[in-house]
């Protein structure tokens, strides 16, 4: 395990002590509170208790009149919308749930989403020309259509309105459609900007209600479909989020929806559903449709009401996903050989003919997690055309380094933490080159040190099940809202063994506190971290209730673990 950096937030203890005096909860979890920028008690209340009320002004969204009254002219006409969507889970989501409301209006709807290997992200010439054709005259994007400058304007020739509704990062020149609504324009009065697709279609229906009354299909029973695509996203849980996915989640769990239903089971979910429900079990397996076959089958199975169909497409969802997991094994080792034991740059940027292009995100993101360095992975097709995936570190900004290399990109677009690329073979020696001097300039001479963030250092005698309680109550857990981590120092072990898959299991105890269970998933031994029984540690930890024979007992998840150094 790498040694990381331990970072504590800075506590106004004038402003813990008003918040937990305020709303009846420890200074511990005050502290975290604090940690996550909540410094009032009005913040700490709706953080606690998000609600519908909290929804802003969905017109504050720019060109969102523009697109409300040419969708609300399409639906009266019956004129035919496409809605066409990314091949991700937000993608997905977003064009799922655009169908489903306006699908429930009577309007006369269809879908369009790009095959990721033959065509690749965003809007195509070649399936807006068929389009139109077969009778198209409105085109409402999910996901993409922000740089499809040339692409519009092939569908304003054609007569085909197009709506961006998109939330990727905007450049100066706006592409020509009748509307563009995305929360990063420079004009937008929109006070949240970290909304997803599936969370700006949600907009999309609230404006239209606000407009033209409600329709025919709840708006919140569309929630669920907001929150897997805001948690798969990994867009921050803040502001609206935090409502969309407790909301969400709720419906999740409950099975509202019989294409989640269906999922749940073929992914042996038998229980309330978790973000970390949705992240690692439920939107891989979404995910897999578009990476191996095609994201249409997603859409079917979150927008039909029959449970056999439902059934028979999440079994398929299983198969693709365990077929995912063998490919993404197989570029995974490829890749770490390419990168090998020697001295590791300060970023990575793999390259390979045989690769599977549906595999090289989550690849990139496994090595930028392992190395701790933005990652770049990039799947060569046979004409020499390469298209690939980058992750990033926190505090390195992807797109704008990408911005700086564009002259040798054929394309790319996406976000500060996450972005997609096309580029020549020819033109790789350069891009890396290039890309690696960014990198060099925002790091220095050292690669970046990995950090965990600490929201309070504590004593085992504050870990009560009241505060495990309290600590809970903050979710939901993910990015912008990670799980409380807390960190006790100068601890002694007093048991230690590794059980199951190299998992630690610790019993330790600090001063005359009773002894606490722990458990470092992964971790191996103490040998294998360097660490010995005899020596006094400090642990970083999420508290936990571990429930045994009806009980809870409260257990502390290993975060990481250090020798306590001697002053």
């Known amino acids: ?224 479909l907001v929150a897997l695509a805001t948690v798969a996203d990994v867009v921050p849980l803040h502001d609206e989020n935090r409502w969309f996915v407790r909301e969400g989640l709720a419906l999740i769990s409950r099975g509202a929806r019989c294409g989640i239903r269906a999922l749940k089971q073929a992914a042996g979910v038998d229980r309330d559903c978790t973000t970390g429900t949705v992240a690692f079990r439920l939107a891989p397996r979404i995910n897999a449709a578009g990476r191996l076959a095609h994201a249409g089958a997603g859409v079917r199975l979150l927008t039909t009401e029959s449970d056999r169909e439902a059934r028979a497409l999440a079994e398929r969802l299983e198969q693709l996903n365990r077929e995912r997991q063998r490919i993404e094994e197989d570029v995974l080792v490829d890749a770490l050989a390419m990168v090998g034991s020697s001295e590791i740059p300060a970023t990575l940027v793999l390259a390979a003919r045989h690769w599977h292009l549906g595999v090289v995100g989550i690849v990139a993101a496994r090595l930028a997690d392992r190395y701790h360095r933005p990652a770049v992975v990039i799947a060569v097709d046979q004409d020499g055309l390469g298209k690939g995936s980058a992750r990033s570190v926190p505090g390195f900004d992807l797109h704008q380094a990408l911005t700086r290399c564009r002259d040798v990109l054929e394309k790319f677009g996406g976000h500060p933490a996450a972005a997609g690329l096309t580029i020549r073979e020819s033109r790789l020696p350069e891009f890396r080159d290039r890309f690696a001097a960014v990198v060099a300039e925002w790091s220095g001479d050292q690669p970046p040190v990995p950090t965990l963030r600490v929201d309070a250092e504590v004593s085992l005698k504050e870990v009560d099940q009241q505060l495990v309680r309290e600590l809970d109550g903050l979710h939901p857990f993910g990015a912008g809202n990670p799980e409380p981590t807390l960190a006790v120092r100068n601890l002694a072990i007093v048991a230690n063994r590794v059980v199951g898959d190299r998992h630690l299991k610790l019993t330790v105890r600090h001063g005359n506190s009773p002894p606490f269970d722990s458990i470092g998933f992964g971790m191996g031994s103490l040998a294998d971290l360097g660490l010995s029984a005899e020596r006094a540690v400090d642990l970083a930890f999420v508290p936990e209730f571990n429930r045994w024979n009806g009980l809870d007992r409260i257990q502390l998840r290993i975060r990481d673990l250090q020798a306590t150094q001697r002053v």
């Open 1 to 224: 395990m790498v040694k990381k950096r331990w970072v504590f937030g800075e506590v106004n203890r004038e402003q813990q002590a008003a918040l937990a005096r305020s709303l009846s909860i420890s200074p511990v979890t005050a502290s975290v509170l604090l940690a996550r920028g909540v410094g009032t008690v009005e913040q700490a209340r709706a953080w606690l208790s998000p609600h519908h009320t909290a929804l802003h002004d969905p017109f504050l969204l720019p060109d969102m009149e523009k697109a409300i009254e040419r969708l609300h002219r399409a639906v009266a006409a019956r004129e035919r919308i496409c809605f066409y969507g990314d091949y991700d889970v937000d993608g997905i989501a977003a064009t799922s749930l655009y169908l489903s409301f306006f699908g429930n209006l009577g309007a006369d709807t269809t879908v369009y989403i790009p095959d990721r290997v033959r065509e690749g992200y965003g809007l195509h010439e070649r399936a807006l020309r068929e389009l139109s054709q077969g009778g198209v005259t409105l085109l409402v994007t999910s996901d993409c259509g922000t740089t499809s400058h040339r692409e519009i304007e092939v569908a304003n020739g054609l007569a085909l309105d197009v709506i961006v509704t998109d939330h990727h990062q905007v450049e100066p020149r706006l592409p020509p459609a009748l509307a563009v609504v995305n929360p990063h324009r420079a004009d937008s009065g929109y006070p949240f900007h970290d909304l997803c697709s599936a969370g700006l279609a949600y907009k999309v229906a609230q404006a239209y209600e606000d407009c033209y009354g409600r329709g025919a299909v709840a708006r919140e029973s569309l929630l669920d």
